[in-house]
């Protein structure tokens, strides 16, 4: 019987969820399901129960030693209690404990033990040891989507603590920037707030990647003042870190070439690399697995 590892990354539109053997090993690939985020205590639940299952029969004699997940917050990480809360996403199963509850409806797992991460955590705990950054000592992890979420790496570590240029948290979303927050500007709907802007209508980033794609020029001047933002909101960050890469995570990453000229520019006369990772979900994955050996 061999021992495995189910993980779990929960996102506000898909789970995506895979089997690790003790080598850290993605047994079989990824696979993935709604997640049902907007919807009752018990469906979002019963789902997330369901799926857990489902992995668990991906593969046969096996013996689950340990179930990751990696979660995006507000959320208790030591006890695995969601806290999301106005977010539009989870908000009815606030409070709940994710353990108790996949417990409850999974018999098998009663005595196994659950590991919660920060998401973008996650990713970039991956990153650090199995990316193409892993043979970089100072990491800045950037993931543009529903937010602008980031992770400071040190020898492999997530810095939280504010100091030497790590601000506190390792978060820069709720920084002012303009009329708000960076959130609110390095994110989808900051993306779709220049395209209504520029072309008259809010258009998210596959289509706008599609028109850039056809070198429309309207398209291609959303992502250049998207680029603008990046450089304004990021670059002082960049430039207290001083890392020796930046990650881009997530989608956004493969229309870098349109938006991120300027900023590559800028990190190049800092001799900082930068590399992209469409798949953040396979990174989030390998980090939660080296997050739950490190605490065995």
């Not at 603008?228 to 070439?257: H, T, Y």
Request: proline fraction near 2%; charge should be negative.
């Amino acid at each position: 019987m061999g021992k495995v590892y189910i993980l779990l990354d929960v996102g506000g539109t898909q789970i995506k969820g895979g089997v690790a053997d003790e080598s850290g090993n993605i047994i079989d690939g990824i696979i993935s399901t709604a997640a049902y985020a907007k919807d009752s205590k018990e469906i979002i639940l019963d789902n997330m129960a369901t799926f857990i299952r489902r992995l668990m029969q991906k593969e046969e004699e096996i013996e689950v030693v340990g179930v990751g997940m990696a979660f995006p917050g507000p959320f208790d990480y030591e006890n695995g209690i969601c806290l999301l809360n106005g977010l539009d996403k989870y908000e009815s199963i606030y409070g709940v404990s994710i353990p108790d509850a996949m417990k409850e409806r999974i018999p098998e797992l009663a005595n196994v033990n659950f590991y919660f991460l920060h998401d973008i955590e996650a990713f970039a705990v991956g990153e650090s040891w199995m990316g193409e950054a892993k043979d970089d000592r100072k990491i800045l992890c950037l993931c543009i989507g529903t937010g602008t979420g980031t992770a400071f790496v040190g020898d492999k570590v997530i810095l939280k603590k504010a100091e030497n240029g790590v601000p506190l948290n390792g978060w820069i979303y709720e920084t002012p920037y303009k009329e708000s927050k960076i959130d609110d500007y390095l994110s989808v709907r900051g993306l779709a707030r220049i395209s209504k802007e520029v072309m008259g209508e809010e258009l998210d980033g596959k289509i706008l990647y599609s028109l850039c794609q056809r070198q429309d020029e309207q398209a291609l001047e959303v992502y250049r003042r998207f680029g603008d933002d990046l450089v304004a909101c990021v670059l002082s960050f960049v430039v207290d870190f001083q890392p020796d890469a930046i990650v881009f995570g997530g989608q956004i990453s493969k229309s870098f070439k349109f938006f991120g000229q300027k900023f590559q520019k800028e990190c190049e006369k800092r001799n900082i690399k930068i590399y992209k990772e469409c798949e953040t979900s396979v990174r989030a994955m390998q980090g939660l697995y080296i997050n739950m050996i490190r605490e065995e």
